[in-house]
Protein backbone atom coordinates (compact mmCIF):
# COMPACT_ATOMS: atom_id res chain seq x y z
CA UNK A 1 0.00 0.00 0.00
CA UNK A 2 1.45 3.16 -0.96
CA UNK A 3 1.54 5.14 2.35
CA UNK A 4 4.03 7.76 3.78
CA UNK A 5 6.19 6.25 6.34
CA UNK A 6 5.35 3.03 5.83
CA UNK A 7 8.15 0.63 6.94
CA UNK A 8 7.35 -2.18 4.63
CA UNK A 9 10.76 -2.52 2.89
CA UNK A 10 12.46 -2.05 6.37
CA UNK A 11 11.55 -4.86 7.87
CA UNK A 12 14.37 -6.83 7.63
CA UNK A 13 15.85 -3.92 9.12
CA UNK A 14 13.42 -4.02 12.09
CA UNK A 15 13.84 -7.22 12.05
CA UNK A 16 17.78 -7.88 12.56
CA UNK A 17 17.41 -5.10 15.45
CA UNK A 18 14.80 -7.20 16.86
CA UNK A 19 17.45 -9.96 16.71
CA UNK A 20 19.98 -7.72 17.99
CA UNK A 21 18.60 -6.21 21.04
CA UNK A 22 15.12 -8.10 21.78
CA UNK A 23 15.90 -11.61 20.39
CA UNK A 24 13.87 -14.54 22.86
CA UNK A 25 11.57 -14.23 26.18
CA UNK A 26 9.39 -11.57 25.38
CA UNK A 27 5.57 -12.23 24.72
CA UNK A 28 3.89 -8.83 24.86
CA UNK A 29 4.69 -6.30 22.66
CA UNK A 30 2.95 -2.98 21.52
CA UNK A 31 3.07 -1.21 18.09
CA UNK A 32 1.14 2.06 18.92
CA UNK A 33 0.61 4.16 15.86
CA UNK A 34 0.53 0.68 13.73
CA UNK A 35 -0.55 3.03 10.00
CA UNK A 36 -0.63 0.02 7.79
CA UNK A 37 -0.06 -2.97 10.32
CA UNK A 38 3.40 -3.82 8.49
CA UNK A 39 5.32 -4.17 11.26
CA UNK A 40 2.56 -5.44 13.54
CA UNK A 41 2.58 -8.08 10.76
CA UNK A 42 6.03 -8.25 11.47
CA UNK A 43 5.89 -9.01 15.08
CA UNK A 44 3.23 -11.48 14.93
CA UNK A 45 4.84 -13.67 12.99
CA UNK A 46 8.03 -13.29 15.82
CA UNK A 47 5.50 -15.15 18.10
CA UNK A 48 4.87 -12.09 19.65
CA UNK A 49 1.50 -11.20 21.67
CA UNK A 50 0.66 -7.79 20.03
CA UNK A 51 -0.98 -4.65 20.74
CA UNK A 52 -1.83 -2.39 17.68
CA UNK A 53 -3.33 1.15 17.81
CA UNK A 54 -3.97 3.95 15.65
CA UNK A 55 -5.56 6.98 15.72
CA UNK A 56 -7.56 6.24 12.38
CA UNK A 57 -10.04 3.88 11.59
CA UNK A 58 -8.16 3.01 8.68
CA UNK A 59 -5.16 1.49 10.75
CA UNK A 60 -7.86 -0.33 13.29
CA UNK A 61 -9.86 -1.99 10.13
CA UNK A 62 -6.07 -3.15 8.89
CA UNK A 63 -4.35 -4.29 12.27
CA UNK A 64 -7.27 -6.14 13.02
CA UNK A 65 -7.03 -8.09 9.54
CA UNK A 66 -3.24 -8.85 10.04
CA UNK A 67 -3.12 -9.73 13.73
CA UNK A 68 -6.63 -11.53 14.23
CA UNK A 69 -7.28 -13.01 11.30
CA UNK A 70 -5.26 -16.42 12.48
CA UNK A 71 -6.05 -19.24 10.19
CA UNK A 72 -8.37 -19.55 6.45
CA UNK A 73 -11.63 -17.30 7.71
CA UNK A 74 -14.64 -19.71 7.46
CA UNK A 75 -17.49 -16.95 6.91
CA UNK A 76 -20.41 -19.24 8.52
CA UNK A 77 -23.22 -17.64 8.94
CA UNK A 78 -22.60 -15.90 5.75
CA UNK A 79 -22.26 -18.86 3.80
CA UNK A 80 -25.04 -20.28 5.39
CA UNK A 81 -27.76 -17.93 4.05
CA UNK A 82 -26.94 -19.29 0.45
CA UNK A 83 -26.33 -15.50 -1.06
CA UNK A 84 -22.40 -16.51 -1.81
CA UNK A 85 -23.12 -19.72 -3.28
CA UNK A 86 -26.13 -17.97 -5.53
CA UNK A 87 -22.87 -16.73 -7.90
CA UNK A 88 -21.92 -19.04 -10.62
CA UNK A 89 -18.33 -17.76 -10.33
CA UNK A 90 -18.28 -18.09 -6.77
CA UNK A 91 -18.40 -22.12 -7.02
CA UNK A 92 -15.66 -22.22 -8.91
CA UNK A 93 -13.55 -21.73 -5.40
CA UNK A 94 -12.47 -24.01 -3.01
CA UNK A 95 -12.46 -21.70 -0.07
CA UNK A 96 -15.06 -19.52 1.52
CA UNK A 97 -12.52 -16.92 1.64
CA UNK A 98 -12.25 -16.85 -2.18
CA UNK A 99 -15.76 -17.51 -2.92
CA UNK A 100 -16.79 -14.38 -0.93
CA UNK A 101 -13.80 -12.45 -2.95
CA UNK A 102 -15.44 -13.86 -6.19
CA UNK A 103 -19.18 -13.07 -5.58
CA UNK A 104 -17.87 -9.34 -4.08
CA UNK A 105 -16.12 -9.25 -7.46
CA UNK A 106 -18.87 -9.73 -9.42
CA UNK A 107 -21.31 -7.26 -7.88
CA UNK A 108 -22.73 -4.25 -10.49
CA UNK A 109 -21.20 -1.01 -9.45
CA UNK A 110 -23.47 1.52 -7.95
CA UNK A 111 -23.38 5.26 -8.79
CA UNK A 112 -23.41 5.65 -4.89
CA UNK A 113 -20.86 7.95 -3.09
CA UNK A 114 -17.55 7.54 -4.22
CA UNK A 115 -18.99 7.83 -7.54
CA UNK A 116 -20.84 11.43 -6.85
CA UNK A 117 -18.12 12.36 -5.16
CA UNK A 118 -14.67 10.73 -6.90
CA UNK A 119 -15.31 10.10 -10.15
CA UNK A 120 -15.37 12.47 -13.35
CA UNK A 121 -18.64 10.96 -14.13
CA UNK A 122 -20.09 12.25 -11.02
CA UNK A 123 -18.89 15.35 -9.94
CA UNK A 124 -18.84 16.93 -13.54
CA UNK A 125 -21.97 19.18 -13.01
CA UNK A 126 -20.34 20.19 -9.33
CA UNK A 127 -18.16 23.18 -8.19
CA UNK A 128 -15.12 20.60 -8.80
CA UNK A 129 -14.48 18.32 -11.08
CA UNK A 130 -12.66 15.13 -9.46
CA UNK A 131 -10.94 11.85 -10.85
CA UNK A 132 -9.71 9.90 -8.27
CA UNK A 133 -11.25 7.09 -9.75
CA UNK A 134 -12.49 6.52 -13.03
CA UNK A 135 -16.29 5.86 -13.16
CA UNK A 136 -16.14 2.06 -13.48
CA UNK A 137 -13.81 1.62 -10.25
CA UNK A 138 -15.83 4.51 -8.28
CA UNK A 139 -19.10 2.57 -9.03
CA UNK A 140 -17.30 -0.71 -8.01
CA UNK A 141 -16.29 0.73 -4.45
CA UNK A 142 -19.39 1.61 -4.16
CA UNK A 143 -21.41 -1.62 -4.47
CA UNK A 144 -18.55 -3.79 -2.28
CA UNK A 145 -18.56 -1.47 0.77
CA UNK A 146 -22.15 -1.60 0.67
CA UNK A 147 -22.74 -4.84 0.17
CA UNK A 148 -20.07 -5.45 3.44
CA UNK A 149 -21.61 -2.81 5.26
CA UNK A 150 -25.38 -4.58 5.05
CA UNK A 151 -23.45 -8.18 6.13
CA UNK A 152 -21.78 -6.41 8.71
CA UNK A 153 -25.56 -5.06 9.88
CA UNK A 154 -26.99 -8.71 9.79
CA UNK A 155 -23.91 -9.86 11.68
CA UNK A 156 -23.61 -12.25 8.76
CA UNK A 157 -19.64 -11.44 9.06
CA UNK A 158 -17.64 -11.24 12.65
CA UNK A 159 -16.00 -8.04 13.59
CA UNK A 160 -12.52 -9.79 12.18
CA UNK A 161 -13.71 -11.24 8.97
CA UNK A 162 -15.42 -7.61 7.90
CA UNK A 163 -12.37 -6.05 8.59
CA UNK A 164 -10.42 -8.32 6.48
CA UNK A 165 -12.98 -7.70 3.64
CA UNK A 166 -12.80 -3.68 4.51
CA UNK A 167 -9.06 -4.20 4.70
CA UNK A 168 -9.05 -5.99 0.91
CA UNK A 169 -11.28 -3.05 -0.38
CA UNK A 170 -8.58 -0.33 1.01
CA UNK A 171 -5.88 -2.08 -0.52
CA UNK A 172 -7.67 -2.81 -4.08
CA UNK A 173 -8.73 1.20 -4.52
CA UNK A 174 -5.04 2.08 -3.38
CA UNK A 175 -3.81 -0.12 -6.40
CA UNK A 176 -6.50 1.53 -8.82
CA UNK A 177 -6.40 5.32 -7.27
CA UNK A 178 -5.41 7.78 -9.44
CA UNK A 179 -2.82 9.51 -7.14
CA UNK A 180 1.17 10.07 -6.90
CA UNK A 181 0.70 8.76 -2.95
CA UNK A 182 -1.71 10.49 -0.71
CA UNK A 183 -5.02 11.38 -1.48
CA UNK A 184 -4.29 15.23 -0.84
CA UNK A 185 -4.13 15.33 -4.20
CA UNK A 186 -5.37 13.87 -7.76
CA UNK A 187 -3.24 13.47 -10.88
CA UNK A 188 -5.16 15.67 -13.43
CA UNK A 189 -4.03 13.07 -16.35
CA UNK A 190 -4.95 9.55 -15.56
CA UNK A 191 -2.49 7.22 -14.26
CA UNK A 192 -1.77 3.82 -16.40
CA UNK A 193 -2.81 1.89 -13.00
CA UNK A 194 -5.91 4.18 -12.59
CA UNK A 195 -7.16 2.86 -15.79
CA UNK A 196 -7.17 -1.09 -14.29
CA UNK A 197 -10.40 -2.58 -13.16
CA UNK A 198 -10.55 -2.77 -9.80
CA UNK A 199 -10.65 -6.20 -8.24
CA UNK A 200 -10.14 -7.58 -4.15
CA UNK A 201 -7.12 -9.98 -3.86
CA UNK A 202 -6.75 -12.47 -0.52
CA UNK A 203 -4.66 -11.08 1.71
CA UNK A 204 -1.71 -13.02 3.12
CA UNK A 205 -2.82 -14.88 6.37
CA UNK A 206 -0.09 -15.30 9.21
CA UNK A 207 -1.38 -18.13 11.56
CA UNK A 208 -0.67 -17.15 15.52
CA UNK A 209 -1.69 -19.17 18.37
CA UNK A 210 -2.37 -16.24 20.21
CA UNK A 211 -5.08 -13.66 20.24
CA UNK A 212 -4.09 -9.83 19.76
CA UNK A 213 -5.53 -6.85 20.27
CA UNK A 214 -6.16 -3.60 18.63
CA UNK A 215 -7.67 -0.46 19.61
CA UNK A 216 -8.24 3.26 18.06
CA UNK A 217 -7.37 5.92 20.49
CA UNK A 218 -4.99 8.04 21.14
CA UNK A 219 -1.29 6.51 21.70
CA UNK A 220 0.08 8.70 24.52
CA UNK A 221 -3.18 7.75 26.51
CA UNK A 222 -2.55 4.14 25.66
CA UNK A 223 0.96 3.38 26.35
CA UNK A 224 0.58 4.51 30.10
CA UNK A 225 -2.53 2.26 30.06
CA UNK A 226 -1.16 -1.19 29.60
CA UNK A 227 2.51 -3.13 30.50
CA UNK A 228 4.20 -4.18 27.92
CA UNK A 229 7.51 -6.31 27.35
CA UNK A 230 8.50 -4.58 24.40
CA UNK A 231 6.76 -1.27 22.87
CA UNK A 232 7.50 -0.04 19.67
CA UNK A 233 6.76 3.59 18.44
CA UNK A 234 6.32 5.22 14.90
CA UNK A 235 4.63 8.20 15.48
CA UNK A 236 3.94 10.65 12.29
CA UNK A 237 7.77 12.65 11.95
CA UNK A 238 6.42 15.52 9.06
CA UNK A 239 3.57 18.20 9.13
CA UNK A 240 1.51 16.01 7.07
CA UNK A 241 -1.75 14.68 9.16
CA UNK A 242 -2.35 11.69 8.14
CA UNK A 243 -6.22 12.00 8.56
CA UNK A 244 -5.96 14.48 5.61
CA UNK A 245 -3.44 12.60 3.07
CA UNK A 246 -5.60 9.39 3.62
CA UNK A 247 -9.08 10.47 3.81
CA UNK A 248 -11.05 8.51 0.61
CA UNK A 249 -9.49 5.17 2.55
CA UNK A 250 -10.73 6.25 5.92
CA UNK A 251 -14.03 6.79 4.29
CA UNK A 252 -13.95 3.04 3.63
CA UNK A 253 -12.61 2.36 7.11
CA UNK A 254 -15.51 4.55 8.37
CA UNK A 255 -18.36 3.14 6.07
CA UNK A 256 -20.25 6.67 6.29
CA UNK A 257 -21.14 9.21 3.67
CA UNK A 258 -19.58 12.46 5.31
CA UNK A 259 -19.99 15.91 4.29
CA UNK A 260 -16.82 16.61 1.95
CA UNK A 261 -15.51 19.59 0.48
CA UNK A 262 -13.04 21.28 -1.42
CA UNK A 263 -11.38 19.99 -4.65
CA UNK A 264 -9.92 17.26 -3.14
CA UNK A 265 -13.52 16.18 -1.41
CA UNK A 266 -11.71 16.27 2.01
CA UNK A 267 -13.85 14.80 4.61
CA UNK A 268 -13.85 16.47 8.32
CA UNK A 269 -10.75 15.08 10.16
CA UNK A 270 -9.12 17.58 12.50
CA UNK A 271 -10.47 15.64 15.39
CA UNK A 272 -7.20 13.12 14.14
CA UNK A 273 -4.81 15.77 14.24
CA UNK A 274 -1.52 14.73 15.56
CA UNK A 275 0.81 16.48 18.02
CA UNK A 276 3.65 14.85 16.54
CA UNK A 277 3.00 16.69 13.14
CA UNK A 278 3.11 19.96 14.62
CA UNK A 279 6.69 21.27 15.66
CA UNK A 280 5.94 23.30 18.30
CA UNK A 281 4.10 20.29 20.20
CA UNK A 282 5.75 16.85 18.80
CA UNK A 283 9.00 17.18 20.96
CA UNK A 284 6.65 17.32 24.06
CA UNK A 285 4.50 14.61 22.87
CA UNK A 286 7.31 12.12 22.53
CA UNK A 287 8.60 13.06 25.63
CA UNK A 288 5.56 12.42 27.09
CA UNK A 289 4.80 8.85 25.71
CA UNK A 290 8.72 7.77 26.61
CA UNK A 291 8.42 9.01 30.04
CA UNK A 292 4.59 7.18 30.81
CA UNK A 293 5.27 4.24 28.55
CA UNK A 294 5.19 0.81 31.27
CA UNK A 295 7.86 -1.25 29.12
CA UNK A 296 11.22 -3.16 29.95
CA UNK A 297 12.34 -2.18 26.21
CA UNK A 298 11.80 0.65 23.87
CA UNK A 299 11.93 0.80 20.02
CA UNK A 300 11.51 3.92 17.95
CA UNK A 301 11.27 4.87 14.27
CA UNK A 302 12.16 8.31 13.20
CA UNK A 303 13.13 9.75 9.92
CA UNK A 304 16.51 11.82 9.58
CA UNK A 305 14.02 14.41 8.46
CA UNK A 306 11.56 14.46 10.63
CA UNK A 307 10.66 17.95 12.46
CA UNK A 308 12.38 16.26 16.45
CA UNK A 309 15.98 16.50 15.77
CA UNK A 310 18.14 13.45 16.37
CA UNK A 311 20.19 15.13 19.82
CA UNK A 312 16.44 15.92 20.98
CA UNK A 313 15.14 12.42 20.71
CA UNK A 314 18.69 10.80 22.54
CA UNK A 315 18.29 13.79 25.49
CA UNK A 316 14.80 11.98 25.71
CA UNK A 317 15.47 8.65 25.44
CA UNK A 318 18.28 9.09 28.16
CA UNK A 319 15.70 9.70 30.87
CA UNK A 320 14.58 5.55 30.46
CA UNK A 321 18.01 4.33 30.16
CA UNK A 322 21.43 4.39 27.74
CA UNK A 323 20.02 4.96 24.15
CA UNK A 324 21.44 3.00 21.22
CA UNK A 325 20.87 3.74 17.58
CA UNK A 326 21.11 2.06 14.38
CA UNK A 327 20.42 3.24 10.89
CA UNK A 328 19.35 2.46 7.92
CA UNK A 329 19.84 4.00 4.49
CA UNK A 330 17.10 3.97 1.25
CA UNK A 331 16.95 5.70 -1.26
CA UNK A 332 14.43 8.11 -2.20
CA UNK A 333 13.30 9.67 -5.77
CA UNK A 334 12.57 13.51 -5.64
CA UNK A 335 11.18 15.96 -8.35
CA UNK A 336 13.13 19.17 -7.90
CA UNK A 337 12.05 22.30 -10.26
CA UNK A 338 10.96 19.77 -13.31
CA UNK A 339 13.87 17.72 -13.32
CA UNK A 340 14.78 14.85 -11.20
CA UNK A 341 17.36 13.67 -8.28
CA UNK A 342 17.97 10.43 -5.97
CA UNK A 343 19.37 10.84 -2.78
CA UNK A 344 19.80 8.68 -0.08
CA UNK A 345 17.88 9.27 3.77
CA UNK A 346 18.20 7.71 6.65
CA UNK A 347 16.02 5.65 9.01
CA UNK A 348 17.18 5.34 12.89
CA UNK A 349 15.68 2.90 14.61
CA UNK A 350 16.83 3.82 18.65
CA UNK A 351 16.26 1.09 21.52
CA UNK A 352 16.56 1.77 25.33
CA UNK A 353 16.56 -0.66 28.02
CA UNK A 354 14.54 0.66 30.39
CA UNK A 355 16.19 1.29 33.63
CA UNK A 356 14.51 1.48 37.18
CA UNK A 357 13.66 5.03 38.56
CA UNK A 358 16.47 4.67 40.58
CA UNK A 359 19.05 4.35 37.63
CA UNK A 360 18.30 6.36 35.20
CA UNK A 361 20.69 9.16 36.17
CA UNK A 362 24.10 9.43 34.40
CA UNK A 363 22.93 7.88 30.77
CA UNK A 364 25.96 7.97 28.86
CA UNK A 365 25.44 9.65 24.99
CA UNK A 366 24.33 7.39 22.51
CA UNK A 367 26.19 6.74 19.02
CA UNK A 368 25.38 4.98 16.18
CA UNK A 369 25.98 1.67 16.48
CA UNK A 370 26.02 0.40 13.17
CA UNK A 371 24.98 1.32 9.53
CA UNK A 372 22.91 -1.55 7.56
CA UNK A 373 22.38 -2.18 4.07
CA UNK A 374 20.84 0.59 2.07
CA UNK A 375 17.17 -0.46 0.79
CA UNK A 376 14.78 1.20 -1.68
CA UNK A 377 11.74 2.82 0.13
CA UNK A 378 8.79 2.47 -1.19
Not at 93 to 112: C, F
Not at 233 to 256: C, K, M, N, S, V
Request: proline content about 4%; some cysteine; aromatic content about 10%.
Amino acid sequence: MRFIGSKEHLLPFIEDAWGRYIGSGVRYVGDLFCGTAAVSRLLKRLGNKVVANDNLRLGYVLAQAALNVRDEPAFHRLLETGEVAETAVASLYPTPYDQVLAYLNSLTGDEGFFFREYSPGGTRDKEFERCYFSDGNAKKIDAIRRKIGCWQRAELVSEVEGCLLLSDLMRAANRVANIAGTYGCFIKHWDARAQRPLALRRSVITPSLHSHEVFCMDANTLAGKLDFDVLYLDPPYTWRHYGAYYHILETIAQGDEPQVSGRTGLRPWEQSKSRYCDRADAVSALREIVLSARTRHLLLSYNEEGLIPHEQIIGILRDRGKPACLEVGYRRFRSNNGGSRRNILKERLYYVQVESERSREGGQPCSVLAQAPKQRAA
